[in-house]
């Protein structure tokens, strides 16, 4: 990977050392240097911090949820589960997505793994090929791209603009494709930009790669971190069958247990089958007591989830306000997850005004450049965090960039 002679500045030695390292396989040189940790890194250095940047929830989790771990280490629940989840776990989620969607799910067609971050790695490196094309959207989530890249594979980037509140046209992405292309990531609700894809989209998007027999890999983490009062339209819903999809999703947002770890991939049963064996030889299995801790989620009750819901809610509503009151950002109505992604004028570097702006006024968000190359004049603004850090890190925010000529 070239260094920019520019950015060595703000990277320790270290890093730059490694990446001339020929101790390391190539295909980590894949692996980016997080742009959000030189903001985390430098803001960890000061006093009186107020975090927009964090990226799991700000709530406890659900005492059921808790305690349902606590049962299980003290009931002995301390050892391997079988290698595609606990039984009773994969069987719940099963029984949970059928009710949701209106499908039939089984057991064959689930696989538990650690975290979402485990699932998404297994589908793409399991998939991610020389010659293979992916299309990922930009900004995304920083994890795709670089493991499409690791086993060889292709990125070819599809960009969403402020404009539309980053709304995916699938027509751009459908003349995208070629012959090449394999895969397509989705994410909605979106990380970084918080956007919701409509039904439609997801839709034309489906039958599209149906037709084409390109694959659909869809994280839907946020699943339940709906804000507006509508239908999330899953993959999983409207994919007719699910021999190219692999949906991803975990518990981690949904019921504020990041730490715990579970997520799951859902796919085809010849799908699921390659994965399992894969997942022995990547993790074996994922934490046992936090898979009945899982079970919990699901079964109990949902109040919880709920009240998270209306609080994000809140604030997303009391941020999109706050960020139209701010001068020279642009904003739009992000209708899930808890992060919103507004811009700056044109030409305006977001990296190095989100730096000034953490040294300056002690708020920590993260530039646009950490998601991708298309939007180097945003920034990421998460609101899991409490309405009086929200409004304190404004009252610092608006009057600053109010000094600010650009
Ligand atoms: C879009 C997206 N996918 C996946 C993850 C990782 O989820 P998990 O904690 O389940 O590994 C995150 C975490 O921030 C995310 O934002």
């Known amino acids: 990977m070239a260094v920019n002679p520019v950015d060595i500045d703000d990277m320790d030695l270290s890093e730059v050392e490694d990446l001339r390292d020929a101790t390391w396989h190539p295909s980590l040189r894949a692996i980016p240097v997080a742009g959000i940790r030189k903001m985390v890194n430098l803001a960890a250095k000061m006093d009186d911090v107020i975090h927009l940047s964090i990226g799991q929830p700000n709530f406890p989790t659900p005492r059921h949820i808790v305690e349902a771990y606590i049962e299980a280490l003290e009931a002995g629940q301390t050892g391997y589960t079988m290698d595609a989840g606990l039984p009773e776990l994969v069987d719940a989620l099963a029984e949970y997505y059928g009710k949701r969607y209106g499908r039939q799910i089984t057991g064959d067609n689930i696989l538990i793994t650690t975290g979402a971050t485990e699932a998404m790695y297994l589908a793409l490196t399991a998939t991610a090929a020389p010659g293979r094309q992916f ?10 791209a670089p493991l499409i890249r690791m086993n060889g594979g292709e990125v070819k980037l599809i960009p969403t603009r402020p404009e539309n509140g980053h709304q995916l046209d699938p027509q751009e992405l459908i003349d995208a494709m070629g012959m090449r292309t394999y895969g397509v990531v989705l994410n909605s609700p979106s990380n970084p930009t918080g956007t919701v894809y409509p039904r439609e989209t997801i839709e034309t998007i489906l039958e599209e790669c149906a037709y084409r027999d390109i694959y659909v890999f869809s994280d ?69 007591p936090a898979q009945w801790a899982g079970i919990a989620a ?22 999109v306000h706050l960020v139209s009151e701010t001068p020279h950002l642009t904003g739009y109505w992000p209708q ?19 730096l000034r702006m953490l040294r300056e006024t002690g708020v920590c968000t993260v530039p646009g450049d950490a998601f991708g190359e298309s939007c180097p004049n945003s920034l990421r603004i998460s609101y899991s965090t409490s309405m009086e850090s929200i409004e304190a890190a404004f009252e610092r925010i608006i009057p600053w960039l109010d000094r600010q000529k650009f």
């Not at 299309?135 to 795709?144: A, G, K």
């Not at 999330?232 to 247990?257: C, E, G």
Request: aromatic share 10%; net charge neutral; glycine share 4%.
């Open 336 to 354: 899930g997850a808890f992060y919103i992604f507004p811009s700056l004028p044109h030409n305006v570097n977001a990296n190095t005004v989100c």
């Open 220 to 288: 839907e983490v946020y699943d339940h971190l709906i804000l507006d009062d509508m239908e999330y339209p899953s993959v999983l819903r409207h994919a007719l069958d699910l021999d190219n999809i692999m949906v991803v999703s975990s518990f981690s947002k949904t019921y504020s247990m990041a730490g715990l770890r579970i997520g799951w991939v859902i796919a085809s049963q010849a799908a699921i089958k390659k994965l399992r064996r894969y997942h022995m030889f990547t993790t074996t299995v994922a934490n046992t």
């Open 135 to 144: 299309l990922v959207t930009d900004p995304s989530f920083l994890l795709y």
């Open 298 to 319: 699901l079964k109990g009750p949902q109040d919880c989830v709920r009240d998270m819901v209306k609080e994000y809610a809140a604030r997303r509503d009391r941020v």
